[in-house]
């Protein structure tokens, strides 16, 4: 059996134990030679990764691992896959993308509306430099990218690099989702044949198939509106994510066609999902002060006492296990069904052959083999016709330096949609990105 080359870019992040954790349990049937964590933050990085080093010296010990912030030691040759979380600004530029809209009285979220928005303006630069590491020396490595906000980093590289068929964005919400339908349903969530659509946070499940062929979804939308939704990890959720989920009853009540991914309701209901934000405590503040805290609490420990065998610093992770799953599938050529982001080219008939949409698709050796999905009514057309256009808008106001596109954009965008605002909100943020974004003119 070949064993693999892989990368982790943003070796630092929050999320990197997760993986780590995903690859030891993995390892029959995804098994790695050589692992390398990079990250421009050294702090965070080395943290981490003594972690690893624990870890993988207990349960793993045949990779040949390393981290550093060299990206020369980083993007060698022979890379196979380069799984990449990669966070430009960090999370003090996360908690500004949340804060500054919220200043003016706006949606203040990380992927969504103006703090999506300016998110996108950061990562677009970083992640087209990575790409051209990553090719420069190794043509034929898979980059599966979770980096946010995916929806517009997907349209960007599409532009930047329309021939590279082995950059693959994606994103674990589609699959949190149906963990949680499978435990209302008590279905497994790999038993599901999903039919899905739309953009990247800005999607909608058509029909949930069982193995049998059944479509489960009109039983599960009786027990959502019957006894609400919750996430299948409840228990490990702050609760602004259980409010979240919450909220899925709401738009299932009102829009009872499907059933939508979790983030629609900013797009929805701007106006209430407003007043719950408190815009001096954050999703930002709530991570630092519960994830990102225990995270590095619990991989010191494991550094102290020589060990993680008691180390409990990731429990149930669909983040870390959902980025093996797709590397896996397209390592052995299994053509596993998962919901990923492509290029529409027709698979959603009345959509833009350019859009970058989320929906399901096989996943072999040539990358995916998206299922057509066909036409969509009137009202999620429109919604994601203006949405498409604002990604579309973000990227072009990137790669020409342009205000006026900025503008048009975030005029664009449901949770804006007043000009006035969006100049308003345009300006606070090119202020807080000032040596993240380019000059705009
Ligand atoms: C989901 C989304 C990701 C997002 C993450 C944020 O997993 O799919 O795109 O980055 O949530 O989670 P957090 O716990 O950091 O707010
Ligand atoms: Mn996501």
């Given at each position: 059996?070949?064993?693999?080359?892989?990368?982790?870019?943003?070796?630092?992040?929050?999320?990197?134990?997760?993986?780590?954790?995903?690859?030891?349990?993995?390892?029959?049937?995804?098994?790695?030679?050589?692992?390398?964590?990079?990250?421009?933050?050294?702090?965070?990085?080395?943290?981490?990764?003594?972690?690893?080093?624990?870890?993988?010296?207990?349960?793993?010990?045949?990779?040949?691992?390393?981290?550093?912030?060299?990206?020369?030691?980083?993007?060698?040759?022979?890379?196979?896959?380069?799984?990449?979380?990669?966070?430009?600004?960090?999370?003090?530029?996360?908690?500004?993308?949340?804060?500054?809209?919220?200043?003016?009285?706006?949606?203040?979220?990380?992927?969504?509306?103006?703090?999506?928005?300016?998110?996108?303006?950061?990562?677009?630069?970083?992640?087209?430099?990575?790409?051209?590491?990553?090719?420069?020396?190794?043509?034929?490595?898979?980059?599966?990218?979770?980096?946010?906000?995916?929806?517009?980093?997907?349209?960007?590289?599409?532009?930047?690099?329309?021939?590279?068929?082995?950059?693959?964005?994606?994103?674990?919400?589609?699959?949190?989702?149906?963990?949680?339908?499978?435990?209302?349903?008590?279905?497994?969530?790999?038993?599901?044949?999903?039919?899905?659509?739309?953009?990247?946070?800005?999607?909608?499940?058509?029909?949930?198939?069982?193995?049998?062929?059944?479509?489960?979804?009109?039983?599960?939308?009786?027990?959502i509106?019957?006894?609400?939704f919750?996430?299948?990890?409840?228990?490990?959720?702050?609760?602004?994510?259980?409010?979240?989920y919450a909220m899925v009853e709401?738009i299932v009540?009102?829009?009872?066609?499907?059933?939508p991914?979790t983030?629609?309701?900013?797009?929805?209901?701007?106006?209430?999902?407003?007043?719950?934000?408190?815009?001096?405590?954050?999703?930002?503040?709530?991570?630092?002060?519960?994830?990102?805290?225990?995270?590095?609490?619990?991989?010191?420990?494991?550094?102290?006492?020589?060990?993680?065998?008691?180390?409990?610093?990731?429990?149930?992770?669909?983040?870390?296990?959902?980025?093996?799953?797709?590397?896996?599938?397209?390592?052995?050529?299994?053509?596993?069904?998962?919901?990923?982001?492509?290029?529409?080219?027709?698979?959603?008939?009345?959509?833009?052959?350019?859009?970058?949409?989320?929906?399901?698709?096989?996943?072999?050796?040539?990358?995916?083999?998206?299922?057509?999905?066909?036409?969509?009514?009137?009202?999620?057309?429109?919604?994601?016709?203006?949405?498409?256009?604002?990604?579309?808008?973000?990227?072009?106001?990137?790669?020409?330096?342009?205000?006026?596109?900025?503008?048009?954009?975030?005029?664009?965008?449901?949770?804006?949609?007043?000009?006035?605002?969006?100049?308003?909100?345009?300006?606070?943020?090119?202020?807080?990105?000032?040596?993240?974004?380019?000059?705009?003119?």
């Amino acid at each position: 059996m070949k064993k693999f080359n892989v990368v982790i870019v943003g070796g630092g992040s929050t999320f990197t134990p997760g993986l780590l954790k995903g690859m030891c349990s993995r390892k029959d049937t995804f098994p790695i030679n050589r692992l390398v964590m990079y990250d421009i933050d050294a702090n965070r990085q080395q943290k981490i990764g003594e972690f690893a080093k624990i870890l993988l010296k207990e349960e793993y010990p045949e990779v040949h691992f390393s981290y550093t912030t060299d990206k020369a030691k980083a993007f060698t040759e022979d890379i196979d896959f380069v799984l990449c979380q990669m966070r430009t600004g960090g999370y003090a530029m996360r908690e500004k993308d949340e804060k500054v809209p919220l200043s003016k009285g706006l949606i203040g979220q990380e992927t969504c509306g103006p703090g999506g928005f300016a998110y996108g303006m950061r990562s677009i630069g970083d992640m087209i430099e990575l790409v051209n590491d990553v090719r420069a020396k190794s043509k034929d490595a898979w980059i599966l990218n979770y980096t946010n906000p995916a929806a517009i980093v997907a349209v960007a590289l599409k532009e930047v690099f329309p021939k590279d068929n082995r950059i693959l964005n994606i994103c674990d919400q589609p699959e949190n989702l149906l963990r949680s339908y499978g435990k209302l349903l008590g279905v497994h969530e790999r038993d599901f044949e999903p039919v899905y659509f739309g953009l990247n946070h800005f999607g909608w499940f058509t029909n949930l198939y069982d193995t049998e062929g059944n479509d489960l979804l009109p039983e599960l939308r009786e027990k959502i509106l019957d006894g609400g939704f919750r996430p299948a990890d409840a228990e490990q959720r702050d609760q602004s994510w259980l409010d979240t989920y919450a909220m899925v009853e709401q738009i299932v009540r009102d829009f009872p066609d499907y059933l939508p991914n979790t983030y629609l309701q900013y797009y929805l209901y701007p106006d209430q999902v407003l007043k719950k934000l408190n815009p001096d405590f954050t999703r930002t503040n709530e991570v630092q002060a519960g994830r990102e805290k225990r995270v590095f609490k619990d991989c010191a420990l494991a550094v102290e006492a020589g060990t993680a065998k008691d180390c409990d610093v990731v429990q149930n992770d669909a983040h870390g296990e959902f980025i093996l799953f797709v590397a896996e599938s397209i390592a052995y050529n299994k053509g596993n069904n998962f919901i990923v982001i492509l290029k529409n080219d027709g698979l959603v008939s009345n959509l833009p052959e350019d859009a970058m949409v989320e929906v399901a698709a096989s996943i072999t050796a040539n990358g995916p083999r998206p299922f057509a999905v066909g036409e969509i009514p009137t009202f999620y057309k429109g919604l994601i016709e203006a949405q498409y256009a604002y990604e579309k808008l973000t990227v072009e106001a990137y790669l020409e330096k342009s205000y006026g596109k900025a503008l048009q954009a975030l005029t664009l965008n449901r949770t804006v949609v007043s000009a006035a605002q969006a100049r308003k909100v345009l300006d606070a943020l090119v202020v807080a990105n000032k040596g993240y974004w380019p000059e705009l003119n």
